[in-house]
């Protein structure tokens, strides 16, 4: 058991570990069943892909899903976040997925909880297994992380997908560029080692990847422009805005596309995007992600005796051991 | 009462900068003599060899949360965790519910405090009516019964021409204003300083400039008014450089900094810690060095606490829910012992001024000093005692320290108002 809150908190050990994982389930290979388990989803924020993405990966696991109508439950009642996460446990849950829209959510129930913990997204802080959705993509396409230029591209202040992908790449040795408009840039760069810069142009020279993201101008960012129009003329990616790039850049965006405001269209559906091939590998990236933080299967599939054993499981439950580069 | 005799302390009188071992003989409650070598006729002898006698600490920034919130604290508990911490005197802030806007809550606390306390309380009253920012509060009535100060601390005051007219009334009635400088158009929903840790938390940030803007706003309307201004709980290196200059100017400014905001950054919040979240926020390594050496060269006069208790549940909530603040009555000295006089940013006897003898005369309150005749408020500190800090020991009914598991050296080992004692860690220890 154990908690997936962060890439920031992964070794690069432990990210290639799940990216090996999702991808031997993407080739086919049948999960072990994880006898028994229950995973519960706290969703307090909306996100019907993600939360689908979830049900099946633990289904197909032979998970019980425990599902969390948020709106009809307790919470409405004044009854405390904690209160009802703990509420779950008592229930049975091994493992908590949560969504939810204060930053740093999960690891307030980490602390307070017997049970795995997965973000599937905290406020503006990260979004892993998206992350993890983001590397894996890449490394199908391009073959590596490490040595390609990244440029994830718009709202970097209020992006939880920018944070983890900034941490996955960075940490599998990819230079990273943040890109967007000055109002929408943090103060500090998110990552050690990460640039940030209002200049489009400079993060668009030469990358092998370019991720856009999604503009909430509803939300967040309303009041740090002016308009979504001029979101697009400014930080739209174009043909033409692209050809900065490489020629052979891998195009990706977190979904869903407002197109012609972060994409046009020609660009979201043309040969170098790989958006639905994102949507397709979430699955079992949330399989890996599931499987590792209940600690069965993702480089912990040990037979109960040897976890008992305290020499052992040191050895091999740590997938921080795993050298790569 | 009996009479006592501290006897061969180290006597640090800032008032007087006397700092000598001496004897200091209290009778009928009152500091009678400070000499070497006074005879104990009569009296109870305490020996204070190796220890510091000073005049109790006074903080001018506490938060008792009486009336309304006495889950958080009530004046018993906050004054009894002052005097753990070694203050004899504290000014408790006018947010309370309902707020200090009227004469009857400022009756209430000063009675209230003669039944339950444990410290001398003085209360200071709202700038604003209901601390709403709209309409002067009855000024001259919250003085004329026994207001020490004003302020709507907990915000600034947002429109200036009131914040005007409040300076030139607070002027006429003799009282300082105490100002929460922070604009809140400038800190949004922020809860960090918007800085490294915002942007790796995803946490919404309070630039520094928020507070800033609103000490230059003040000083030069203090400036204009000729109102005694007091800049509380200073972050930021920005404010310290406005503060600075104003003084050189003649400004009648004061400032106050935190122990908090003069040891940690805020990448000591670390993983969404709420005992970490307070407002204003922690700030860089830079600001933090400005403080320091604002604090020493005199630029910011005074330590005080901004002691904000606030229940365990309320803080054990998502980051951007939990309420700001933190508790310090009960860790202040040994945090300023420990991390300013200990590398040697501050002197003792400069610590003790800028804890007792400099908020009494800020706010025109005995104490701050151990001449013969004021009353006997004073502690006596063990300069060389650990302890590590465990909140669960604490007098505060709250928990919310930011230095939980902290090693501290020096302590307050016996707390005396007025010749009564206090607190007194060597006899609870021995009792217990
Ligand atoms: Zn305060």
Partial sequence: MRHLLALRDLDPGTIVTLLDAAQRLRDGEAPPSPAGATVAMLFYEPSTRTEMSFILAARRLGAEVLPCAVEHSSVRKGESFLDTVRTFEALGADALVIRHPSSGAPHLVARHVGCAVINAGDGMHEHPTQGLVDLL???????????????????????????????????????????????????????????????????????????????????????????????????????????????????????????????????????????????????????????????????AELPAAATAAGEISRGRARPEAVEVH | MSDVLIRGGRVVDPSREFDAVADVLIRGGRIEAVAPDLPAAGCDVLDAGGLVVAPGLIDMHVHLRDPGQTHKEDLGTGSRAAAQ????????????????????????????????????????AAITKGLQGRELSPIAALAAAGAVALSDDGAAVPDAGLLRRAMGYARMVGLPIIEHCEDASLSGSGVVHDGGQAARLGL??????????????????????????????????????????????????????????????????????????????????????????????????????DHAPHAVEEKRVEFDRAPFGVIG??????????????????????????????????????????????????????????????????????????????????RAVLTMVGGRVTHDLVGAEVTA
Wanted: hydrophobic share 50%.
């Fill in chain 2, 329 to 410: 009555l009960e860790t202040a000295l040994g945090v300023v012992l420990t991390h300013l006089v200990g590398p040697g940013i501050l002197t003792l006897p400069e610590a003790v001024r800028r804890m007792s003898t400099r908020p009494a005369q800020l706010l025109g309150l005995p104490g701050g000093s151990l001449r013969p005749g004021d009353p006997a408020d004073l502690v006596i500190i063990d300069p060389h005692l650990a302890w590590t800090v465990r909140a669960e020991a604490f007098a505060s009914r709250s928990r919310n320290t930011p230095f939980e598991g902290w090693t501290l050296r020096g």
């Fill in chain 2, 85 to 124: 911490g070694g203050y004899t005197a504290v000014a408790c802030m006018a947010n309370t519910v309902p707020p200090v806007d009227h004469p009857v809550v400022v009756e209430y606390l000063r009675s209230r405090a003669r039944e339950v306390a444990a410290c001398r309380v003085y209360p200071v």
């Fill in chain 2, 204 to 305: 919404v940030g309070i630039p520094s400039e928020s507070e800033a803007v609103i000490v230059a706003r003040d000083l030069l309307l203090a400036e204009a008014t000729g109102a005694r201004l007091h800049i509380a709980h200073v972050s930021a290196a920005a404010s310290v450089r406005l503060i600075r200059e104003a003084k050189q100017r003649g400004v009648p400014v004061s400032a106050e900094v935190t122990p908090h905001h003069l040891t940690l950054t805020d990448a000591d919040v670390g993983e969404f810690d709420t005992n970490r979240k307070m407002n204003p926020p922690l700030r860089t390594a830079a600001d933090l060095a400005a403080l320091r050496q604002a604090l020493a060269d005199g630029t910011i006069d005074v330590i005080a606490t």
């Fill in chain 1, 137 to 299: 993509t890449v490394r199908q396409v391009k073959g590596r992380i490490a040595g390609l230029k990244v440029a994830i591209v718009g709202d970097i202040l209020h992006s939880r997908v920018a944070r983890s992908a900034a941490w996955g790449f960075a940490k599998l040795g990819a230079s990273v560029v943040l890109a967007g408009p000055a109002t929408l840039l943090p103060a500090a760069p998110p990552v050690p080692g990460v640039a940030v810069t209002a200049s489009l142009a400079d993060a668009l020279a030469g990358a092998d990847v370019v991720m856009a993201l999604r503009v909430q101008l509803e939300r967040q960012a309303g009041g740090a422009l002016p308009t979504l129009a001029e979101y697009a003329r400014t930080f739209g990616l174009t043909e033409e805005r692209l050809a900065l790039a490489r020629p052979d850049c891998v195009v990706m965006h977190p979904g869903p596309v407002n197109l012609g405001v972060e994409l046009g269209a020609a660009v979201a559906e043309g040969p170098r995007s790989v958006i639905r091939r994102q949507v397709a590998n979430g699955v079992c990236v949330r399989m890996a992600a599931i499987q590792w933080a209940l600690g069965r299967g993702a480089g």
